[in-house]
């Protein structure tokens, strides 16, 4: 079974099994995708409490649709995997309130600044929260939330040096930092444009980002002057500006460049060498891949507490659901008698 390093993924309305590398932390994107989920389940709340279901959401032609209406047709068409998400959640919370388990003084800072590191500004990273509807706080209960399940699926992994220093061996290049560089963009759509704006950047007081900011097409780093947050020069794209990115000096910048149907101009900003890393360096986080590689399968985690948790669904349309967390009995062991001792012959 391939290892993947870094951390589970949980996804708000579904636990994965499927591990994120914990040098990419892309899960903030896997985060946000089901955040609808979640939300669906406030909505519903929100309307069965306040009792407005007949107060409109919205008017179309004169016909009014109706909050009644809107929730019913949510639950129809989510309605059990909200449930079934608020009813895992729970189990996981009080699993890890049982476990004496508790969740690490700035691990989940850390975790989100190792988010926010492949945004070229914070400011690019606040914008990409509020344009999925969530925020940096929401972000963290999510953050917090996946590291409890992290720790409760490694609760019993054992950590030995023998054992430990195999893993790193046997993984030990993806420990090594390559050579990285920041760089800044201008995108644009010919070449013509393309040599136009590289004449505006041959001048003697040119500013890059001011010149990015105003010419070039790209929606994510545009406003941020062209910026791209610090990569590996092998995992550029497109990648054709990475021949361009390891011959340029720092402060240096590109003529055009075609590619992708586009042209670009880039500048390197900062150029970090690649670095070998050891053991000793690198312990911490050896540690947290290692573990989560041994630990227990996030679905089977899951599976666990449903056995033994004592659940019952109410809601007449999601009755279905009872046979996900039917309690597993404990079965007669065949050939044991439930009395002891001989049984006594009957006299009649």
């Known amino acids: ?17 499927r591990p994120l590398g914990k040098r990419e932390r892309s899960n903030t994107e896997l985060t946000i995708r089901a ?12 309307v069965v409490l306040s009792g407005c279901g007949e107060r409109p959401v919205a008017v179309v032609n ?34 890890f309130g049982n476990s004496g388990l508790e969740v690490p003084a700035g691990e989940v800072s850390e975790r989100l600044s190792q988010m926010q590191s ?9 914008e990409f929260l509020e344009g999925r509807g969530t925020s940096v706080e929401e972000l963290e209960k999510e953050v917090v939330f996946n590291t409890k399940l992290e720790m409760l699926a490694s609760k019993e992994v054992t950590v030995s040096d023998e054992g430990l220093t195999k893993f790193y061996e046997d993984y030990r290049e993806r420990y090594d930092k390559p050579l990285r ?27 890059f980002a001011a010149v990015a900011t105003q010419y070039s097409l790209s ?11 610090e990569s590996p020069i092998l995992q550029l794209y497109p990648q054709e500006l990475r021949a361009a990115a390891q011959d340029l000096k720092v402060g240096e910048a590109s003529g055009p460049i075609a590619a992708d149907g586009q042209w670009y101009i880039i500048k390197v900003e900062e150029r970090k060498a690649p670095e070998k890393a050891s053991l000793e360096k690198v312990r911490d986080e050896v540690v947290g891949d290692y573990k989560r590689a041994q ?14 948790a004592l659940v019952s669904i109410v809601a007449p349309e999601f009755q279905e659901l009872n046979e996900v967390y039917r309690r597993q009995e404990e079965l007669p062991e065949f050939g044991v008698e439930e009395e002891s001792g001989p049984r006594e012959e009957s006299g009649e």
């Open 1 to 17: 079974m391939p290892f993947v390093f870094g951390g589970s993924c949980v996804i708000m309305g579904e636990i994965s099994s």
């Open 35 to 46: 955040k609808y989920i979640v939300a669906l389940g406030f909505i519903i709340a929100a």
């Open 62 to 95: 004169g016909h009014r649709i109706t909050e009644g209406e809107f929730i019913s047709r949510l639950k129809k068409s989510g309605g059990e995997q909200v449930l079934r998400t608020m009813i895992d959640r729970r189990l996981i919370e009080e699993e």
């Open 118 to 126: 492949g945004f070229p500004t914070p400011g690019a990273f606040q």
């Open 181 to 207: 560089v920041t760089i800044r963009e201008i995108v644009l759509s010919s070449k013509q444009d393309a040599e136009d704006v590289a004449a505006e950047l041959a001048e003697p007081d040119a500013d």
């Open 219 to 229: 929606p994510t780093t545009r406003q941020y002057g062209g910026k791209r947050p």
């Open 295 to 308: 630990a227990e399968p996030l679905d089977q985690l899951v599976k666990r507490l449903r056995e033994k």
